[in-house]
């Protein structure tokens, strides 16, 4: 199946002349078109306690009521992205706690890792991929959702500064400028953790 589409791309233009003129099976089409792409995004920025299912129909429902707004500047995928990142945001705005973090929670193999990225930065062991990831999801948690974005993108997804603008909106500068200080939030976070430990 999935050959077949590859062989015949799918016809975009097409397929938003037909949803706007209210054709409910190409409202479908697209959503199928786009879900994936929703998803992976989705998957790097949901809060923890919601469902990816109900961040997805919020964005597909944005993403229609919005329709009328799209004028082609940019291609569909991206404003559909954008929607999708800033809808992330929201819901992560909507659920920022400042939850109890300790430095006693860390297992020896995080507190190392996250030691490396915080001091190294971007040089981190390649088999503590998966340990820094789940360790960052914990500091990240306590920064601002846009903060807490920057730094995703950057660091984790390694995206670039002109891809994180085009998914967000946001200029370079302001980029640079959130990335620098939400690294210095987590690097102060790190430090009270460690106090906390030998006070």
Same mark, same amino acid.
């Given at each position: 199946?999935?050959?077949?589409?590859?062989?015949?791309?799918?016809?975009?233009?097409?397929?938003?002349?037909?949803?706007?003129?209210?054709?409910?099976?190409?409202?479908?089409?697209?959503?199928? $078109?786009?879900?994936? =792409?929703?998803?992976?995004?989705?998957? &790097?920025?949901?809060?923890?306690?919601?469902?990816?299912?109900?961040?997805?129909?919020?964005?597909?429902?944005?993403?229609? #009521?919005? =329709?009328?707004?799209?004028?082609?500047?940019?291609?569909?995928? $991206?404003?559909?992205?954008? +929607?999708?990142?800033? #809808?992330?945001?929201? $819901? =992560?705005?909507?659920?920022?706690?400042?939850?109890?973090?300790?430095?006693?929670?860390?297992?020896? !193999?995080?507190?190392?890792?996250?030691?490396?990225?915080? #001091?190294?930065?971007?040089?981190?062991?390649?088999?503590?991929?998966?340990?820094?990831?789940?360790?960052?999801?914990?500091?990240?948690? =306590?920064?601002?959702?846009?903060?807490?974005?920057? +730094?995703?993108?950057?660091?984790?997804?390694?995206?670039?500064?002109?891809?994180?603008?085009?998914? #967000?909106?946001? !200029?370079? &500068?302001?980029?640079?400028?959130?990335?620098?200080?939400?690294?210095?939030?987590?690097?102060?976070?790190?430090?009270?953790?460690?106090?906390?430990? $030998?006070?």
């Amino acid at each position: 199946m999935s050959s077949d589409a590859d062989d015949e791309p799918f016809d975009l233009a097409g397929c938003l002349t037909r949803v706007r003129a209210s054709d409910q099976a190409a409202a479908r089409d697209l959503v199928n $078109h786009l879900y994936p =792409l929703v998803l992976r995004i989705i998957r &790097t920025r949901r809060p923890r306690r919601v469902a990816e299912e109900d961040i997805a129909q919020d964005i597909f429902l944005k993403m229609f #009521t919005r =329709l009328d707004q799209y004028q082609g500047n940019v291609p569909f995928t $991206h404003w559909v992205s954008r +929607i999708a990142v800033t #809808t992330c945001i929201d $819901h =992560l705005r909507a659920q920022q706690r400042r939850p109890e973090f300790r430095w006693a929670d860390l297992s020896e !193999n995080e507190a190392q890792v996250l030691d490396n990225v915080l #001091t190294n930065e971007r040089e981190v062991d390649a088999g503590d991929a998966l340990a820094s990831s789940e360790l960052v999801e914990k500091l990240l948690s =306590l920064l601002k959702p846009e903060d807490r974005t920057v +730094i995703q993108m950057l660091d984790l997804e390694q995206k670039s500064l002109a891809e994180i603008s085009q998914l #967000t909106g946001w !200029n370079t &500068t302001l980029i640079k400028v959130r990335a620098f200080r939400a690294r210095r939030k987590l690097q102060k976070l790190f430090e009270e953790l460690k106090k906390k430990e $030998h006070t």
